[in-house]
């Protein structure tokens, strides 16, 4: 969530893992290097002094192959609590913001409340058209995938987006047919749904063109908890409804489940969350698969998240805007 006209940036994620496993993924320079940084980067680690006046340094690389130094200097570190820090300094200049994050153990999850706050509203202003040009909030996307692989070791996508429209909106934004083929799909494809059952316990078949590739699916709905809660199945199949493997991937998982929801952030602005996750039993091959094709998952949903964004403020004088 990004407040407009504030020198304020703030992001809140419920994170599925105990607060323990929260904090050292953000306090443990091995745990970090797996996440930290927007989807495609790296990070090298140099050294980590984890106290008031204490410094991190270390350099992300980014996936064109350039490098960003930075320097981290702690102001406050409360274990399991707190973390204050300024953020996006080096050997050539100062830092760029403040951070706060805070930790809230919510049973067996961890609510991670985090705040930047910059020098002025414009650079504010400016930060997140920078944020969301270089992809940084799926940071916390992979912060998010980090966490159930090391606490379940399983392997799980996850993307978030904001959006300024209420949830009952958003959730038949995802519900309806007439809804759906404004916006779901990658960028450049159209998307014809043959049948479509769309409610608990109902499903969907669909066809997808893209250029001169047309491919079929089936969309099986699990759970629904209007307007919070969306769950269901997918997988490929032929004009038949025979499940098929992906026509460009045969080594994809057979079956796909994804989890949607939908969280209040204030009064007509709607967070959407989605995971995916490999639905039954899947070959070591099928997960590399998965796993590789991330950056690829990114851009197909971006894509469609963009679409969304165009759909709802054609409905809406409010403009959407990313989280």
Request: hydrophobic fraction near 35%; proline fraction near 5%; aromatic fraction near 10%.
């Amino acid at each position: 969530m990004m407040e407009k006209n504030s020198r304020d940036i703030t992001i809140e994620r419920l994170l599925d893992a105990p607060v323990e496993l929260v904090w050292e993924a953000w306090t443990d320079p091995e745990k970090t290097a797996r996440w930290w940084g927007p989807r495609g980067f790296t990070l090298t680690h140099h050294s980590k002094d984890l106290r008031p006046g204490g410094h991190w340094v270390y350099t992300m690389h980014g996936p064109d192959g350039t490098d960003y130094p930075n320097r981290t200097t702690y102001h406050e570190v409360e274990k399991l609590s707190r973390l204050v820090y300024d953020h996006g300094a080096n050997e050539e200049q100062g830092p760029l913001f403040r951070v706060t994050v805070l930790f809230h153990r919510k049973g067996p999850k961890t609510l991670m409340h985090m705040t930047m706050t910059l020098p002025t509203e414009e650079a504010a202003r400016e930060a997140r058209v920078f944020i969301k040009k270089a992809g940084g909030d799926s940071t916390w996307d992979r912060l998010a995938e980090f966490l159930v692989r090391e606490k379940d070791d399983q392997e799980i996508f996850v993307i978030n987006r904001s959006f300024e429209t209420d949830l009952e909106t958003m959730f038949d934004m995802w519900t309806r047919a007439e809804h759906l083929v404004q916006w779901s799909g990658p960028t450049n494809s159209s998307i014809e749904y043959l049948t479509a059952n769309i409610r608990p316990g109902g499903s969907a078949f669909y066809r997808m063109t893209m250029g001169d590739l047309i491919m079929h699916g089936m969309v099986y709905y699990k759970e629904w908890q209007r307007p919070h809660l969306l769950v269901y199945t997918q997988n490929f199949c032929d004009a038949d409804g025979n499940i098929a493997r992906h026509p460009l991937a045969p080594t994809w998982p057979e079956s796909m489940r994804t989890t949607v929801t939908f969280t209040f952030e204030k009064e007509q602005q709607t967070r959407v969350t989605l995971t995916w996750s490999i639905e039954g039993k899947a070959t070591a091959e099928e997960i590399r698969s998965f796993v590789e094709g991330r950056p690829g998952m990114t851009g197909g949903w971006t894509g469609s998240f963009d679409r969304l964004e165009e759909v709802l403020q054609e409905r809406s004088p409010v403009t959407s805007r990313v989280s």
